[in-house]
């Protein structure tokens, strides 16, 4: 059931960020436009809301699983990856809570930031406060601690692959020190989950989307990066599209489709790509880590091996030459932008516009601009209304 009830919050986040157009002759505009005009303070009654309550309900069966299951199912291997998983699952949803409705992690403010609440035991009574940015990501870490030493099956086969594994969670691990900016362990969180499985598609031979869950990519298939109701409403945004190279980078035809003067985008909307972990979200982590780090040869030989998946052969020749040739700032930079382009509407984006530069976005409707600033205030999301009737303390 928590598996199931995952919600589909990633695939709002991307009407938050320069990832989309409205298409304003769409009927279902009136759920996302407040969404997109950054309006969380009072947004008209249809509205679709972030999936806070919906979260909650994830953590409270993953809260069945660690309180009851070891007592109730008796010792074995079974159990142990049955309780891990659990303890996996619980930590992925305050992830994602506090990413939500969480200042960005900050490891200067981090201690006194107002983060969300912990709800670890079963108790439907308890009025829960919000914990600290830095007390949640500690209980985050706790979990993932608790279901590495659980956890015993590597890789889950195609199919059953929406579980987490080892790699799973090394992953997770790597993405969750990534954000906290603790860069040697997301380095190695990123090694370990990169020796069960460095598989990635080249698009020069084979031209599918990296994201189907029975890709050789595929490493935890649970979400859906963009709903078809979002896929109707939307287009793909300027800023998107002039992120690629349409001659030489391959990407470009699997994710965009023209219409008329604009594209749709083809990513998401099916089961067969859920996504939530995949293998080049390593390799891009390990760049980026290492260069931090300060090994721009590690960082520039990652990237390379990366790419070479990506662009045509010339396009790749071109871009060798560039890297080689780059300095850490304009590698930072690169790498950053081989994110955007390599994770376009997987809801990945405006969890790396928190945690980077918090870059002002206008976004355009009806001849009308609306603007989130630099550094605004709403890259935090406001708990929803109903959530913040039923608890005071939010």
């Given at each position: 059931a928590a598996y199931s009830n995952y919600p589909e919050h990633k695939s709002l986040t991307a009407v938050r960020t320069d990832e989309l157009v409205l298409n304003d002759l769409n009927d279902e505009i009136n759920i996302y436009k407040d969404v997109y005009f950054w309006k969380d303070s009072n947004p008209d009654k249809f509205t679709q809301s972030f999936q806070y309550q919906e979260l909650y309900n994830v953590i409270f069966y993953a809260n069945v699983i660690i309180n009851e299951a070891s007592a109730k199912l008796g010792a074995s291997d079974e159990t142990n990856q049955l309780v891990g998983e659990a303890y996996a699952l619980r930590a992925l949803a305050n992830f994602d809570l506090v990413n939500l409705f969480g200042k960005p992690y900050n490891p200067a403010t981090a201690a006194s930031d107002k983060g969300v609440p912990l709800a670890l035991e079963i108790d439907l009574e308890n009025v829960y406060k919000p914990e600290?940015?830095?007390?949640?990501?500690?209980?985050?870490?706790?979990?993932?601690?608790?279901?590495?030493?659980?956890?015993?099956?590597?890789?889950?086969?195609?199919?059953?692959?929406?579980?987490?594994?080892?790699?799973?969670?090394?992953?997770?691990?790597?993405?969750?020190?990534?954000?906290?900016?603790?860069?040697?362990?997301?380095?190695?969180?990123?090694?370990?989950?990169?020796?069960?499985?460095?598989?990635?598609?080249?698009?020069?031979?084979?031209?599918?989307?990296?994201?189907?869950?029975?890709?050789?990519?595929?490493?935890?298939?649970?979400?859906?990066?963009?709903?078809?109701?979002?896929?109707?409403?939307?287009?793909?945004?300027?800023?998107?599209?002039?992120?690629?190279?349409?001659?030489?980078?391959?990407?470009?035809?699997?994710?965009?489709?023209?219409?008329?003067?604009?594209?749709?985008?083809?990513?998401?909307?099916?089961?067969?790509?859920?996504?939530?972990?995949?293998?080049?979200?390593?390799?891009?982590?390990?760049?980026?880590?290492?260069?931090?780090?300060?090994?721009?040869?590690?960082?520039?030989?990652?990237?390379?091996?990366?790419?070479?998946?990506?662009?045509?052969?010339?396009?790749?020749?071109?871009?060798?030459?560039?890297?080689?040739?780059?300095?850490?700032?304009?590698?930072?930079?690169?790498?950053?932008?081989?994110?955007?382009?390599?994770?376009?509407?997987?809801?990945?984006?405006?969890f790396d516009l928190r945690r980077t530069t918090q870059k002002q976005i206008v976004h355009t409707f009806d001849g009308d601009n609306y603007t989130l600033l630099q550094n605004d205030p709403r890259y935090t999301i406001i708990y929803p209304a109903n959530a913040r009737l039923n608890n005071p303390n939010l």
């Open positions: 600290t940015v830095e007390v949640v990501y500690n209980q985050i870490i706790s979990d993932t601690q608790k279901a590495e030493n659980l956890i015993n099956v590597d890789a889950q086969i195609a199919g059953k692959n929406y579980r987490f594994s080892k790699i799973a969670l090394y992953t997770f691990e790597s993405r969750l020190y990534l954000y906290q900016q603790k860069w040697q362990k997301s380095l190695d969180a990123a090694n370990k989950a990169l020796a069960i499985n460095s598989n990635l598609i080249d698009l020069k031979a084979t031209a599918v989307l990296a994201t189907k869950y029975n890709s050789k990519e595929s490493i935890l298939a649970l979400e859906d990066g963009l709903i078809n109701g979002l896929k109707g409403a939307t287009y793909a945004s300027p800023d998107l599209l002039s992120a690629y190279n349409r001659t030489t980078d391959l990407r470009f035809p699997l994710y965009f489709i023209a219409n008329g003067s604009r594209f749709r985008i083809q990513k998401g909307g099916n089961d067969d790509q859920k996504s939530t972990f995949r293998t080049s979200e390593l390799y891009l982590t390990k760049a980026e880590t290492s260069l931090k780090l300060n090994n721009i040869g590690e960082a520039k030989t990652t990237v390379l091996n990366f790419i070479k998946n990506r662009y045509s052969a010339a396009g790749y020749t071109e871009l060798e030459t560039s890297i080689n040739a780059m300095n850490e700032a304009d590698l930072n930079t690169f790498i950053l932008a081989e994110r955007q382009r390599e994770f376009a509407v997987e809801g990945q984006r405006w």
